[in-house]
Nanobody
Framework: QVQLVESGGGLVQAGGSLRLSCAAS????????MGWFRQAPGKEREFVAA????????YYADSAKRRFTISGDNNKKTVFLQMNGLKPEDTAVYYC????????????????????????WGKGILVTVSS
């Protein structure tokens, strides 16, 4: 069993920054893919960024490139999402997810919303960006 707890959300003005954290506990995470997804009101859950624990390869949605950075602390089993240059359209509930299956990244994205074939999700945390 895997537990994921997000923190660091809140209200920020456009152009500001936030750092989300996801603390993981439970089973070992070697080889896991850890990711951030988000869901805005009335929209499907979408991918934001992901990192693979084994080699720290990272993946980003086009909307996140050059503004967001995902990183991980293996010892603390924590994944971070540094978000800079936030825009009102970044407003959403952000979810942390863990995929232990070692599937190639393309397969994860190809599975599509709502859960991309991923079994472990946090409860989500709200990020609101005011204009």
């Amino acid at each position: 069993q895997v537990q994921l707890v997000e923190s660091g959300g809140g209200l920020v003005q456009a152009g500001g920054s936030l750092r989300l954290s996801c603390a993981a506990s439970g089973r070992t995470f070697v080889g896991y893919l850890m990711g951030w997804f988000r869901q805005a009101p009335g929209k499907e859950r979408e991918f934001v960024a992901a990192i693979r624990w084994s080699n720290h390869n990272t993946y980003y949605a086009d909307s996140a490139k050059r503004r967001f950075t995902i990183s991980g602390d293996n010892n603390k089993k924590t994944v971070f999402l540094q978000m800079n240059g936030l825009k009102p359209e970044d407003t959403a509930v952000y979810y942390c997810a863990a995929d232990p299956s070692a599937r190639p990244w393309g397969q994860v994205i190809g599975q599509g919303p709502p859960n991309y074939g991923i079994n472990y999700w946090g409860k989500g945390i709200l990020v609101t960006v005011s204009s």
